[in-house]
């Protein structure tokens, strides 16, 4: 069992507690309008009041497009909005009094990308045009208006990130980021950890019903996350809040794909609520296997997910937030049966199946003993179960975690914002063939303790520097011998690791954002490292009791820059990733450089390029282009020179990285109906033998482009119908050697909603 964290808890319901009976501090206001280019309201409008490199309050426009934020202290405060479509200049307010009250009119205007709140790059919830880290948000309306039913689609707009999904619906789904591990991604949910012990994590498994936004930070974010942010960050945040709305959608096509919907969200007084559910099914790939003309029949999916969240804010900015998350997915495992450049192919496995159950729970709070001053805490669990069936055996495994966060921000003047706080982690996972001295399941136990500061600067609305440090205290427990004859496992003591991941990150406007302005650019840079402690199996399977958590070192440096007063965004970024202490199988070719079965000694390097475009030249008009370029290479292990892991040689590039890829995305509305369409490929990349991997030796995957498109009409009274064609020009290819994608596929839907 994981044993119980009191004194977080304990730290938790007293700040609980001190939220119900804080006093207001403050009475200062700022109230107005935010109107549109035509001079028209827009209702649903987030302003947004930032200082100190935060946002320090957000309220949503009515119906008539007028806001009204109080409860403020003296001093500089700057207003943004958040509007789909749109952007305003940045608007300095001086309050000069804790009760003056000030009336500010927004007028709004086109923009390629708008304002949006990042509560994934910092540890405060910070603008995004202040953000000096390389953040892409996807928002509902950007999945709507593209028909995005699962994450992994909305992944693939996002420069700098590689997807390899195995086959069709369902098909386990790697991410690899900036040319890192799989394993190198963190992911959250409303700031819930979901990834399984060590890292991994498969990206067919997140639906879209919930989504709100989604952010992802490329870079190391182990100065803010700990031990799993060593490559990105991809966090969900889901729908909740806002005037009450609710919705529902069914579609059925091609593949006997069906998919149903459900959710709604809304507040009421000081509370707040979200509830939604998806049903996503498949029969998947049903045919002639291209390989030896066997007949696929394995290839089902069935994804079900329910999530609420609720929260409730206090008139003096005291919060309490929970969310509840359930998912099952089952799907059938028929093999690789596209590919088979080896000639290995064993036939189609009619048999095996595999069953994940996850469970996911938070609940944080915070309140705000002083103007400056506000202290939080969280409490999170989840559970990831696992069954899987093959012909040989059925196997289980299971990871559990639970963690607990205190933190305190600070807003030590008008331009500086400071947060320091602890976290604690313990975490287990289970599997049927880790066994013991009995050869009967023994678990795996971990915990991890973490002390972060970060400092936030902000100078003049024109510099931004964030600057942050965790030091991670990893302790793994004792872990009895494993007599296995094929690879013996001794007796390991407890074993316990120090590390420290410093990050420094800056963005400087050459030219701010200003009333009327027509063009500026933003320069931007950050330098830090991350951590990824060694998963279950790479410790349950070495005989080397002291694996050390795998490192990244990383540096980028980009320049943003908007034209036609923010309707034209270009952005280019570098990026050079250095990984060290790699855990790879020693083999006999590196026994000179370690005496056991696997060890920390392998290292690699990534380095690239990432472009972005997007223009939004008139109203329901907007396209989007990414490319990146990334350029990887397998380096000598540690202690040999010129030698690297079987059957790699130094200077080879990694698998599954393609040295180019892009996408073209168009969306057009005009009245009752709109479209969209998008073209998106990779070129040829390094991939393992499908059936042997690694062992089977290495091939190049061939290259592909794929076209997307669809159109929506709304029949009005909130009824919508809309339809797609994935795979457009019905074009054979695979993502990862071996399986199949899916071919040329129409959808068809309907769409009711109520509300916003």
Known sequence: MIRPLRFPIFLFLLLSWLALGAPAVSAATIRGAVTDPHDRPVAGARVLVTAGGAVVASVATDASGRYVVDGLPAGTFVLQVAAEGFRNEPIAVRLATKDDDRTVAIPLQLAAVEESVVVSASHVEVPLSEVPDSVTVLTRADLQARQIETVVDALRLVPGLTVTQSGSVGGITSLFPRGGESDFTLVLVDGVEVNSFGGGFDFSELPVADIQRIEVVRGPESAIYGGGAIGAVVQIVTRRGGAPAADASIEAGGLGTTRVTASTSGSAGAWQWGVAGERLASDGFTGLAPANGRRVSNDDYDGRHVSASGGWQSANGATIDGVVRVERTERGFPGPYGSDPAGLFPGVDTISRGR???????????????????????????????????????????????????????????????????????????????????????????????????????????????????????????????????????????????????????????????????????????????????????????????????????????????????????????????????????????????????????????????????????????????????????????????VAPSPFSPGDPLVRRPQHQAALDLVLQHGRLSGFARVGGRGRMLDTEPNLGVSGGLFEARGYVVADAGASFALGGGLEVFGRVTNLLDRQYEETLGYPAPPRAVFLGVRLAHGR
């Open 356 to 642: 994940n159950d996850r469970r996911v729970y938070g609940l944080n709070g915070s309140f705000a003993p002083t103007d400056r001053v506000r202290p939080s805490a969280a409490l999170s669990y989840t559970a990831l179960e696992s069954e899987f069936r093959s012909p040989y055996d059925v196997s289980t495994s299971a990871s559990r975690r639970l963690s607990a966060r205190a933190q305190v921000d600070v807003r030590a003047t008008q331009a500086i914002g400071l947060s320091a706080g602890v976290e604690v982690l313990r975490e287990r996972a289970e599997s049927t063939y880790i066994t013991g001295a009995a050869y009967e399941p023994v678990p795996i136990e971990r915990s991890l303790q973490g002390v972060f500061v970060e400092g936030r600067g902000d100078a003049g609305s024109r510099l931004f520097v964030t600057a942050g440090l965790r030091v991670e205290r990893i302790h793994r427990d004792a872990l009895e011998l494993d007599p296995n004859p094929y690879a013996p496992r001794p007796a390991f003591p407890a074993d316990t690791r120090v590390a420290a991941t410093p990050k420094v990150s800056a963005a400087f406007f050459l030219q701010a954002p200003a009333a009327r302005a027509r063009a500026w650019t933003k320069l931007k840079a950050s330098a830090g490292t991350g951590i990824r402690p060694p998963d279950a199996f790479e410790i349950a399977f070495t005989d080397n009791p002291a694996l050390k958590p795998e490192r990244s070192r990383s540096v980028d440096a980009g320049v943003e820059q908007a034209l036609a007063g923010g309707a034209v965004r270009l952005d280019a970024t570098l990026f050079a990733n250095h990984y060290d202490d790699l855990i790879v199988a020693v083999g006999r070719s590196l026994q000179d450089a370690s005496k056991f079965r696997t060890d920390n000694i392998s290292n690699a390097r990534a380095r690239g390029l990432e472009l972005a475009a997007a223009v939004r030249p008139a109203a329901g008009v907007e396209a989007t282009f990414t490319y990146t370029f990334l350029d990887t290479e397998i380096l000598a292990v540690d202690g040999l020179a010129g």
